[in-house]
């Protein structure tokens, strides 16, 4: 191989190992109609005010990085599209609440370089059922080694998720 070859070659390993690899596991809009079917509600909006801030970051650990949340609701189930970052990137999450469980959880879009195992359908169901009890989830969700932040990413946003339920 030529040196110029093997530093093109370089050189494109380390931009992916870098970027870590944006997967896209269903887009948002493909979420919602899974949830709703063609009957899409229309998308609504929540301020977070500093009171909410505030709770919130009692759920995260930080503010919410966004001063809005939308969200999509017939009346009996509402859809939460969610982002919380796992160790450097947004790991964008879909949540299903009803009656103050949650109902679904679904990862949309994974960004780091690893720890994509939450992904996994086996992974999510665990929050099934998941209420929301003094600031934490009311069922076990087990880690997953070399996924630490990612774990905690999501179980955050499964509390917040369940909290924007109470306020919508």
């Not at 801030?53 to 189930?77: A, F």
């Not at 359908?121 to 070399?146: M, W």
Request: glycine residues 8%.
């Amino acid at each position: 191989m030529s040196f110029l070859f093997r530093l093109m070659l370089l050189a494109l390993l380390m931009l992916s190992t870098v970027q870590g690899g944006e997967r896209v596991y269903q887009k948002p809009s493909e979420f919602l109609h899974t949830v709703f079917g063609t009957n899409l509600p229309a998308t609504q909006a929540l301020t977070l005010t500093s009171s909410h801030q505030s709770r919130i970051k009692r759920l995260l650990g930080h503010p919410y990085r966004t001063s809005k949340v939308r969200y999509w609701s017939d009346g009996t189930k509402t859809a939460w599209i969610l982002e919380e970052v796992g160790k450097t990137e947004p790991i964008t999450t879909g949540f299903v609440t009803k009656g103050g469980s949650i109902q679904e959880v679904k990862v949309l879009i994974y960004r780091e370089s690893h720890g994509y195992e939450v992904s996994s359908s086996n992974f999510c169901k665990q929050f099934r059922g998941a209420t929301l009890n003094n600031n934490q989830l009311t069922r076990e969700v087990r880690n997953i080694a070399g996924a630490t932040l990612s774990v905690r990413a999501l179980g955050g946003l499964g509390r917040v998720a369940l909290y924007l339920d109470t306020l919508k």
